[in-house]
């Protein structure tokens, strides 16, 4: 049985309760019953016995304890050779152009790295951790990983941290942006918390605090804990609420001031269209598929604004916001329907959770219409409790894409159930249209990442597009964009790696997109990277890369790429603050 160290009230945690299924137990007597899917059964289980019931055998790394940072050799911090920048000179080169003097990033600007529990920590099951459904989707779901790769060990930062922390400190930057696991905390989601997690990431913090790395977390990045999922359907069940709200109470208690940033969590938008989970791996619901994705929105807003309440009572000092995800939604053509299809995807996407947070506790229009005919209408009092629930406009914005019509028109598919593209009835493309020359939008990702293109021409479009939108009063932050330089897994010299040219230029032009909006008034406060090292890519495993550093996942050795200069290099170039390496004597 593993051991937990339990929290203040109690010294042995006591164990989780499994229910089958919610009806009523039926007992037996011996003879015939007439509705055998009523029997119920009550497994009661530990730790261990979640995982080995729901996840079997885990693997672990050769190191599995913290190690102390070593010093980072001064010539790996030596920039490459440039590409083309006019505007950005860079580096250890003789810049052929001069900087544009009408950009700065203004004072305060905050920017960094990020990262997400599952995908770097590893240590699966080290300290007391519970397994949480992403541990059941790539341990057994068949088909939902491309190359059958875990997280077990990942990038082993559970362990590694302090020379993680000490490699982007030695380059300047200013914010780590990383999140808990919840069933480290809580190994069931809820019951008993798990004081060695906490104790791990109170290191965490201040090792980043010690090496002058601004620490941002947040708290949900879509590993629910398992428990949740089967005793009450996870997010699809109104106990989350409570529960998340549990789970933040202890993360700000704990915490509370040291973190300069709070988020809630990673893209509803994402982690509720996994919903329905996979058949046969998860307990069952009765909510019908087409409608979970939007019972788990409706739980993570009352869940969100209810810990942002909470963290303000605590007097938690920080920015409390969620981060939400999408790219600019560019019409394909003028026709209206098309402009019909734009705001439609606006209203089933970033609308979902915005305009209830930013705008006024409610659903936007076309997503109202929709939910409307199965979800509870929010009660006054609650929209009153969710509008005004975020301190910046947190948004993750890697990529754009062209909206239209479907073929068969809008209304063809809003009144027909089976449509392939219901209920959102907004069709996409990632090219322009043949009459303006049919290019992509720009430079495709990595294959595993279809979804993915280098459309930084749209960044500034899109940053006014939110300050006019929404009028975050806390400005914009891009809590992550990134690339996945394609076919990088297919290259086996490092130094051939760590040269990631389109990779660099993403940033380039990101960053120049950035500079440019807050030029013309757009209140952009800071930027996040995504990643700071390679990683569990979730279902594609460590074969579609946006790290900007490299990890060699056989010996775990890290080194930078050539993004990374180019990403740091904007606020050397652009910066009000000077960027400043830290180095810790060890
Ligand atoms: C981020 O989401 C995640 O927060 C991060 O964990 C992840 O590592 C990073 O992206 C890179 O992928 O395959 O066509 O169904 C970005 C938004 C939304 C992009 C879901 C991929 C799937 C599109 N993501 N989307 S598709």
Same mark, same amino acid.
């Given at each position: 049985?593993?051991?937990?160290?339990?929290?203040?009230?109690?010294?042995?945690?006591?164990?989780?309760?499994?229910?089958?299924?919610?009806?009523?137990?039926?007992?037996?007597?011996?003879?015939?019953?007439?509705?055998?899917?009523?029997?119920?059964?009550?497994?009661?289980?530990?730790?261990?016995?979640?995982?080995?019931?729901?996840?079997?055998?885990?693997?672990?790394?050769?190191?599995?304890?913290?190690?102390?940072?070593?010093?980072?050799?001064?010539?790996?911090?030596?920039?490459?050779?440039?590409?083309?920048?006019?505007?950005?000179?860079?580096?250890?080169?003789?810049?052929?152009?001069?900087?544009?003097?009408?950009?700065?990033?203004?004072?305060?600007?905050?920017?960094?790295?990020?990262?997400?529990?599952?995908?770097?920590?590893?240590?699966?099951?080290?300290?007391?951790?519970?397994?949480?459904?992403?541990?059941?989707?790539?341990?057994?779901?068949?088909?939902?990983?491309?190359?059958?790769?875990?997280?077990?060990?990942?990038?082993?930062?559970?362990?590694?941290?302090?020379?993680?922390?000490?490699?982007?400190?030695?380059?300047?930057?200013? #914010?780590? =942006? $990383?999140?808990?696991?919840?069933?480290?905390?809580? &190994?069931?989601? !809820?019951?008993?918390?798990?004081?060695? *997690?906490?104790?791990?990431?109170?290191?965490?913090?201040?090792?980043?605090?010690?090496?002058?790395?601004?620490?941002?977390?947040?708290?949900?990045?879509?590993?629910?804990?398992?428990?949740?999922?089967?005793?009450?359907?996870?997010?699809?069940?109104?106990?989350?609420?409570?529960?998340?709200?549990?789970?933040?109470?202890?993360?700000?208690?704990?915490?509370?001031?040291?973190?300069?940033?709070?988020?809630?969590?990673?893209?509803?938008?994402?982690?509720?269209?996994?919903?329905?989970?996979?058949?046969?791996?998860?307990?069952?619901?009765?909510?019908?598929?087409?409608?979970?994705?939007?019972?788990?929105?409706?739980?993570?807003?009352?869940?969100?604004?209810?810990?942002?309440?909470?963290?303000?009572?605590?007097?938690?000092?920080? #920015?409390? =916001? $969620?981060?939400?995800?999408?790219?600019?939604?560019? &019409?394909?053509? !003028?026709?209206?329907?098309?402009?019909? *299809?734009?705001?439609?995807?606006?209203?089933?996407?970033?609308?979902?959770?915005?305009?209830?947070?930013?705008?006024?506790?409610?659903?936007?229009?076309?997503?109202?219409?929709?939910?409307?005919?199965?979800?509870?209408?929010?009660?006054?009092?609650?929209?009153?409790?969710?509008?005004?629930?975020?301190?910046?406009?947190?948004?993750?914005?890697?990529?754009?894409?062209?909206?239209?019509?479907?073929?068969?028109?809008?209304?063809?598919?809003?009144?027909?159930?089976?449509?392939?593209?219901?209920?959102?009835?907004?069709?996409?493309?990632?090219?322009?249209?043949?009459?303006?020359?049919?290019?992509?939008?720009?430079?495709?990702?990595?294959?595993?990442?279809?979804?993915?293109?280098?459309?930084?021409?749209?960044?500034?479009?899109?940053?006014?597009?939110?300050?006019?939108?929404?009028?975050?009063?806390?400005?914009?932050?891009?809590?992550?964009?990134?690339?996945?330089?394609?076919?990088?897994?297919?290259?086996?010299?490092?130094?051939?790696?760590?040269?990631?040219?389109?990779?660099?230029?993403?940033?380039?032009?990101?960053?120049?997109?950035?500079?440019?909006?807050?030029?013309?008034?757009?209140?952009?406060?800071?930027?996040?990277?995504?990643?700071?090292?390679?990683?569990?890519?979730?279902?594609?495993?460590?074969?579609?890369?946006?790290?900007?550093?490299?990890?060699?996942?056989?010996?775990?050795?890290?080194?930078?790429?050539?993004?990374?200069?180019?990403?740091?290099?904007?606020?050397?170039?652009?910066?009000?603050?000077?960027?400043?390496?830290?180095?810790?004597?060890?």
């Amino acid at each position: 049985m593993a051991k937990l160290a339990a929290s203040q009230n109690s010294t042995s945690p006591p164990p989780t309760t499994i229910i089958a299924t919610p009806t009523p137990t039926v007992s037996l007597s011996g003879s015939g019953v007439a509705n055998p899917t009523a029997f119920t059964t009550v497994l009661t289980l530990d730790v261990e016995g979640l995982w080995d019931l729901f996840v079997g055998p885990v693997s672990t790394a050769a190191v599995n304890t913290t190690v102390s940072a070593t010093p980072i050799p001064t010539n790996e911090l030596i920039p490459p050779p440039g590409l083309y920048y006019s505007s950005f000179p860079s580096g250890q080169q003789i810049p052929m152009a001069s900087k544009n003097e009408s950009w700065k990033f203004p004072a305060g600007f905050w920017w960094g790295v990020a990262s997400a529990a599952y995908q770097v920590e590893g240590a699966a099951k080290a300290e007391g951790r519970g397994p949480s459904i992403w541990d059941v989707l790539l341990h057994r779901v068949t088909g939902y990983t491309v190359a059958n790769q875990t997280g077990d060990v990942a990038d082993n930062q559970y362990y590694l941290y302090k020379q993680d922390i000490a490699r982007i400190a030695a380059l300047g930057v200013k #914010t780590y =942006s $990383f999140s808990i696991s919840w069933s480290r905390v809580f &190994p069931f989601g !809820n019951g008993p918390v798990n004081e060695l *997690a906490l104790a791990h990431y109170d290191d965490v913090i201040n090792t980043c605090i010690e090496y002058g790395v601004e620490p941002s977390v947040t708290l949900y990045h879509w590993d629910l804990p398992l428990n949740l999922q089967n005793t009450y359907g996870g997010w699809l069940g109104p106990q989350i609420i409570d529960d998340f709200v549990a789970y933040a109470k202890v993360v700000f208690g704990r915490y509370g001031n040291k973190v300069s940033r709070w988020f809630t969590v990673n893209e509803p938008i994402v982690f509720c269209e996994t919903y329905p989970v996979p058949d046969n791996y998860f307990t069952n619901t009765s909510i019908p598929k087409v409608q979970q994705p939007y019972w788990c929105g409706h739980h993570v807003l009352l869940a969100h604004a209810n810990a942002y309440h909470l963290a303000k009572s605590m007097g938690i000092n920080g #920015t409390v =916001s $969620f981060k939400t995800n999408g790219g600019y939604k560019i &019409p394909l053509t !003028n026709s209206s329907e098309d402009a019909i *299809a734009v705001q439609r995807a606006w209203d089933f996407n970033e609308g979902w959770f915005a305009n209830p947070t930013f705008i006024n506790g409610d659903y936007p229009q076309y997503l109202k219409e929709f939910v409307s005919g199965f979800l509870p209408e929010f009660t006054d009092d609650e929209k009153s409790m969710m509008n005004g629930t975020a301190d910046i406009f947190a948004h993750d914005a890697y990529t754009s894409q062209f909206y239209m019509a479907p073929d068969s028109g809008i209304s063809a598919c809003t009144s027909n159930t089976s449509h392939p593209l219901y209920p959102t009835c907004a069709n996409t493309t990632y090219s322009y249209t043949s009459a303006d020359g049919g290019w992509n939008v720009g430079p495709a990702a990595d294959p595993l990442s279809p979804w993915l293109h280098k459309a930084t021409d749209w960044v500034t479009l899109f940053l006014h597009y939110i300050q006019d939108t929404w009028h975050p009063s806390g400005g914009i932050a891009v809590t992550e964009f990134g690339f996945a330089e394609p076919f990088e897994v297919l290259k086996t010299i490092k130094a051939d790696i760590l040269f990631d040219p389109i990779r660099s230029s993403y940033y380039r032009d990101y960053m120049e997109a950035i500079l440019i909006a807050i030029s013309e008034g757009v209140k952009v406060v800071g930027c996040l990277a995504w990643s700071i090292l390679d990683n569990l890519e979730w279902s594609s495993g460590y074969q579609d890369k946006f790290g900007v550093q490299y990890v060699n996942f056989t010996t775990q050795e890290r080194s930078y790429k050539a993004s990374f200069f180019e990403y740091v290099n904007a606020f050397k170039v652009y910066g009000t603050d000077p960027v400043t390496p830290h180095y810790v004597s060890s």
